[in-house]
């Protein structure tokens, strides 16, 4: 098996106030094409981990390794060289730049990435509108847009690279029953169909239940028996 | 590419927020405006009133001087050799004021090639007689040719012609204070008695004003020729002998060679007029202070802006830092937008300043001390220019770096969470 992700022993502390664990010897790895969600209740540290995952926190113990690389806690450039390359990310808010349009929000993070040319970047981006089905909404600014609309905005934004991983913090959190089950259905056919592999923190069980593996956390600790059931899909 | 894909992030920014774009660069303008005109007013100022005494003076006067005999006898005594000599009442040099073997001085000094142009100059005391009174007052004997090419003698006369001195014989050029004192016009004789009782009859062709009152009073100009013949003195008696030299900042070091070489006294010009170099240097420094300052002010408002700018797009940049811009890329934008304000706003404050220099330069200013003056001087000297958008640029990048450090440590997890 082809481990993308691998997170070894984390701990992670709060300091502020008072000294307060948050992730308790966090062990785990996700394959290649998993769709794994990860949940528990409010204040678990389910979203504290999954920044650790990200690259975007370096404040822990513990070892973490991206496609068999190990993460350095220092080397900032590198680490968001490493999030440009190989995460997509995809927020409870959409956090689109309301100074551009869908397409160049889209396109920023392949400009950035600077593999390919800039007339390749908006034609692979207008291919990821497409897979998503908003590729009417191409030219129109980020704010006069729908929040449904935004979230897949966020979601082709995420893909654009071709990443290895996609990491979703609450992505269906303030969406209505609707839009929630478009971004799943999204999400679905990205690992049917693209073998892509995601990480989706969520606190919706309904969300959670129809994805390949759960994995389930308390008071900072995930619990061994939930990450081994294989729900139906 | 990168950097072009930053610097499109950076523009797209300012769009958003153009009001406020606007404000921070209109008071770069407004400053850098200000900073062109102060200077090129206040050193076109400097240039006039330097060029009153400056332009008029050799570099380097050689002369006789009157004064004690620096080789006293009591020198030679061998037995006094190891003393020291008190010698009092001593008397000044009764030696002549004229320079020993002047043409073969004029002849090296032509040849040195230091020196662009040299006049002989005459000096004799006279008394102008109008009537029962006698006006105190000199005459220099000078070559007009030299003195105007040299020392813009031309400039400074106000009625008639400065060569009409070698064209008509005994003729002179009175100040004008000393022409109305007695009452005479060009064309008039005027009559002068020599310190030894000699009387000349010379004729006026023409009055100068040179800007300084107590000179035109007392000063009238004749050619060489006339004053050795009022003095009954040769053809190569000389006074003093005054060169224009290349490269104005010699003068100290070859005043002192020439002293040496001739064995005569020779006095250089930023000896003679220092208090004139004090009051420019002052009065430039004036000007850049305030220029300065200006330029701080509106650092300080496109400070602000910025923060301003960073506070609201804390969003923007969590995500773009989530999305693998780093610290330092998300620094750049910021840096790159200040920069913008600074040039963009300098380049305006640049031609405004060029603009408002040019409409001062046309506001008439008449002084009666200056008749070749007619409107404010202004320099329009490119180093101001120069300066002014150096200046913009590091005001504005110093300005811009404080919040684009900031935004650079923004932690994207706190913004992101934080919702």
């Known amino acids: 098996m082809n481990k993308i992700l691998e997170a070894k022993n984390i701990n992670k502390f709060f300091h502020d106030p008072v ?29 504290t981990l999954l920044y650790v995952l990200s690259t975007m926190d370096t404040d822990y113990d513990g070892t973490l390794l991206i496609d068999g690389e190990e993460m350095p806690k220092k080397n900032e450039p590198f680490l968001a060289k490493i999030r440009n390359e190989k995460i997509g990310f995809v927020f409870q808010f959409h956090y689109l ?78 969406l209505d029953k609707k839009n929630s089950d478009l971004v799943f259905d999204i999400f679905n056919k990205l690992s049917n169909e693209f073998n892509q592999t995601l990480l989706i923190v969520t606190h919706d069980p309904s969300f959670a239940e129809r994805t390949h593996r759960i994995i389930k956390m308390e008071d900072g600790k995930i619990l061994p028996s939930d990450s081994i059931v294989l729900p139906m899909v | 590419m990168r950097t072009k894909l930053l610097i499109s992030i950076a523009k797209s920014l300012l769009l958003a927020r153009w009001k406020q774009t606007l404000v921070a660069a209109v008071g770069v303008t407004f400053s850098i405006t200000m900073f062109i005109t102060l200077l090129s007013f ?6 006039l009133l330097d060029g009153l005494i400056l332009n008029r003076t050799a570099h380097i006067r050689i002369y006789n001087d009157i004064k004690p005999n620096a080789n006293q006898p009591i020198n030679n005594n061998t037995g006094y050799k190891n003393g020291h000599n008190f010698i009092g009442s001593i008397k000044s040099d009764a030696s002549r004021q004229a320079i020993y073997n002047s043409a073969a001085i004029m002849d090296v000094l032509n040849k040195d090639p230091r020196v662009l142009g040299l006049s002989p100059k005459v000096t004799a005391q006279v008394f102008f007689n109008d009537g029962s009174i006698d006006i105190t007052g000199s005459v220099f004997g000078i070559n007009s040719t030299e003195e105007s090419k040299l020392y813009h003698f031309d400039e400074y006369i106000t009625s008639g012609n400065s060569a009409d001195l070698n064209k008509v014989n005994n ?41 300084i009152k107590d000179f035109d009073n007392v000063q009238s100009y004749a050619s060489l020729n006339t004053v050795q013949k009022i003095l009954s003195v040769p053809k190569d008696y000389v006074t003093s002998i005054q060169v224009k ?64 700018m960073i506070f609201e797009k804390m969003d923007s940049i969590a995500i773009l830092k989530a999305t693998g811009f780093s610290g330092n890329d998300v620094k750049k934008i910021f840096i790159y937008i200040a920069i913008s304000i600074g040039f963009f706003g300098g380049i305006l404050g640049l031609l405004f300043g060029f603009g408002l220099s040019a409409t001062i330069d046309q506001i008439p200013f008449n002084t009666a001390s200056l008749p070749t003056i007619k409107t404010y001087p202004i320099n329009y000297n490119p180093k101001f220019y120069m300066i002014g958008i150096t200046f913009s640029l590091i005001t504005t990048y110093l300005a811009g770096w404080f919040p684009a450090r900031k935004a650079s440590k923004i ?5 992101i969470r934080g919702k």
């Open chain 1, 19 to 47: 000294r307060i664990q948050v992730l308790e010897e966090v062990n785990f790895s996700i394959n290649k094409g998993e769709f794994v969600s990860l949940t528990g209740k409010s204040g678990c540290g389910k979203s």
């Open chain 2, 171 to 211: 003729s002179i050029i009175l100040g004008k204070g000393l022409a109305e004192k007695l009452l005479v016009g060009i064309g008039d004789a005027v009559q002068v008695t020599t310190s030894k009782g000699d009387r000349f009859q010379l004729k006026v062709v023409g009055t100068f004003q040179s800007g």
């Open chain 2, 245 to 308: 030299l290349k490269d104005i900042t010699q003068a100290p070091q070859m005043a002192k060679e020439y002293e040496k070489l001739f064995q005569t006294d020779a006095e250089d010009i930023q000896t003679a007029n220092s208090q004139f170099e004090t009051g420019s240097s002052i009065r430039t420094l004036i000007s850049y202070a305030v220029g300065v300052t200006l330029l701080i002010v509106a650092g300080f408002g496109i400070y602000n802006i910025l923060n301003m």
């Open chain 2, 42 to 47: 206040m050193s076109g100022l400097n240039d």
């Open chain 2, 411 to 415: 932690d994207p997890v706190v913004i």
């Open chain 1, 97 to 174: 730049l309301n100074e551009f349009n869908v397409l160049e929000n889209v396109m920023l993070p392949g400009l950035k990435l600077n593999k390919h040319s800039r007339e390749e970047v908006e034609h692979r981006a207008m291919e990821k509108l497409k897979i998503l089905g908003i590729d009417q909404l191409a030219l129109k600014k980020a704010n006069h847009i729908s929040g449904g609309e935004k979230q897949r905005v966020a979601i082709a934004r995420a893909l654009i690279n071709d990443p290895h991983i996609i990491m979703g913090d609450e992505p269906t959190g303030n």
